[in-house]
């Protein structure tokens, strides 16, 4: 098990042999039991690894123990609060408000989902909190933790669902 601390003070995801500036959520960080859907804000906590997601038409498939499958262009994640499958990925079009995974600006290129509010998922409680690939700008993110996609694919060649991903004010 291996905890990577995603630093708000320091802007910066790091851990053993590893250093990658980050960017997090637009409204900062927030206690996780304060969390809620659209709030901008990156949840504090140890969030558990749980699995990947790329772009299989715009980078090669990562080297990672982590089952990764590519995103499709029907691949989206719902957060509407309301519906049984906040939360959890979705196919488009689909009935209730959801993120499309295959945006044209990169971000998600390459994506590991982060177990916040997925065992079971809380209504609005937040939702598609993941590690994605950063802005070149490093803009804040809609509250998920983004680095550099080259560093993304370094650290994913070293994640396990045994690692945490841990978001600090």
């Not at 980078?59 to 309301?82: E, F, M, N, Q, Y």
């Not at 070149?136 to 509250?143: A, N, R, V, Y």
Request: a negative charge.
């Amino acid at each position: 098990m291996t905890v990577y601390c995603a630093s708000a003070h320091k802007a910066a995801v790091y851990g053993p042999d590893f250093n990658a500036p980050c960017a997090l959520g637009r409204s900062g960080v927030i206690a996780a039991e304060l969390k809620s859907e659209g709030d901008g804000a990156s949840p504090i906590g140890r969030w558990r690894v749980r699995r990947a997601y790329w772009r299989a038409d715009r980078i090669d498939k990562p080297d990672t123990a982590l089952v990764i499958d590519p995103i499709r262009p029907d691949d989206g994640w719902c957060d509407a609060a309301s519906d049984p499958a906040y939360n959890l990925p979705v196919r488009l079009p689909y009935r209730a408000s959801c993120e499309t995974m295959t945006r044209e600006d990169g971000l998600y290129d390459l994506v590991v989902v982060l177990g916040h509010n997925d065992d079971p998922p809380q209504p609005g409680a937040g939702s598609a909190i993941f590690l994605h690939c950063a802005s070149p700008e490093f803009k804040p993110t809609e509250g998920c933790v983004a680095i550099a996609r080259d560093q993304l694919i370094e650290l994913v060649s070293r994640l396990t669902t045994d690692d945490w991903i841990e978001i600090t004010p």
